[in-house]
């Protein structure tokens, strides 16, 4: 089972960045999908992005394309969300989420097993 931890998360103006940072730990970080889910306040929880396994695949949702970029450091064990160009609606808790059979598009929640704490991101206009 992986464990997840996320950060990088915090407060900045319209327009900046902010680069989150989700660390595993466990020996199948390598085989699983990773993405990234956000939850606005009072919405329910929304797919982002997501990473294949090998790093070579990735996916984003239309409201980031462009804007965020998804990378992971498999030797790190560490999944990097890089968000440029930020916008107040961005502001959400912010988690990443493992899957262990390797999917890294589903906007399903159950497709994943593994969580992280979540980290806040918000954006003042």
């Known amino acids: 089972q992986v464990q997840l931890v996320e950060s990088g998360g915090g407060l900045v103006q319209a327009g900046g960045s902010l680069r989150l940072s989700c660390a595993a730990s466990g020996r199948t970080f390598s085989g699983s999908g990773m993405v990234w889910f956000r939850q606005p306040p009072g919405k329910e929880r929304e797919f982002v992005a997501g990473i294949s396994r090998s790093g070579t695949g990735t996916y984003y949702v239309n409201s980031v394309k462009g804007r965020f970029t998804l990378s992971r450091d498999n030797a790190k064990n560490t999944v990097y969300l890089q968000m440029n160009s930020l916008k107040p609606e961005d502001t959400a808790v912010y988690y990443c989420?493992?899957?262990?059979?390797?999917?890294?598009?589903?906007?399903?929640?159950?497709?994943?097993?593994?969580w992280g704490q979540g980290t806040q991101v918000t954006v003042s206009s």
């Open positions: 989420a493992a899957s262990g059979s390797g999917t890294y598009y589903s906007p399903s929640l159950n497709e994943y097993n593994a």
